[in-house]
């Protein structure tokens, strides 16, 4: 075998290896299709989950199942106990576009011995929507300050029926304050929701609830001046004889077809 001039070598040792070059290029392709493969996997169980959460596959029956749930948070009564509200309030429809609500409900009751005001919004839909656009989060947008963080508060309160059992009912709480040209406007806040198993006030409720339930969220909103303490509100008083109201409508709609269903598959929390 003839042996290469110095010169030869070198000019071998920079010639590629085609056999070498061609497994390179192969390995590439390769693990292009792998990406371009897990990149589609990721896009197409990305579109499952969007599709799931959003209904966008739901069928009318779903979309009628919240009936019940709409009618029983449009119609609570005007007159409960002492506390009287004259009308409602319209809804805004850009409150109910951004809110997701099924159905809206909101008036200011007051008491008719003490002169005291408390405005409820309730608001009743799918879990996606229901779940989020909690008072701290939306009353800053509205120019209202949080005073501190919410905090959990309890309320307890009788069944509707004579010698009901006592219930206790979750709600987070929070101050707002909000100063104008008139003065200072200050209103301490109580939200809670409700899928069929009681009030509760998750600290994280998208978690909580998920997606696809049926859920009522509900505002008790009262003026709180400086000093007053989240006990003395009366907020409290009024969600005393409320609560009972609701519960006994509520649990009417959630017991009705496609509603019952859901909150039956409901996992304990």
Known sequence: MPRLTKSQADEKMMMPDWGITRGYKVLSI?????????AAFIVVVGAIVEGYWS???????AELALNPLAQAVEQVPLSIDVWKASELVPPD????????ARALFNTTYRDQTQGDSVTVYLLAGWSRDIAVHTPDAC?????FVME??????????SAQESGGATHQAEFMTAVFTKSEPTGVTRLRVFWSWNDGRGWRAPRFPR????????????????ESPLGRLPHESPALR???VLLPVLDARLQAAF???MLAHNVGNAKPQ
């Open 30 to 38: 390769l693990r292009g299709l792998g990406g371009f493969w897990i």
């Open 55 to 61: 209904f966008r596959w739901q069928s009318s029956d």
């Open 93 to 100: 429809p850009r409150v109910v576009e951004i809110s997701g």
């Open 139 to 143: 009353y800053p947008g509205a120019g």
């Open 148 to 157: 501190t963080s919410p905090q959990p508060f309890t309320i307890t309160y």
């Open 207 to 222: 978690w909580t609830y998920g997606g696809r339930r049926p859920l009522v969220k509900l505002y008790l909103v009262a």
């Open 238 to 240: 009024f969600g005393a």
């Open 255 to 257: 017991s009705s077809g």
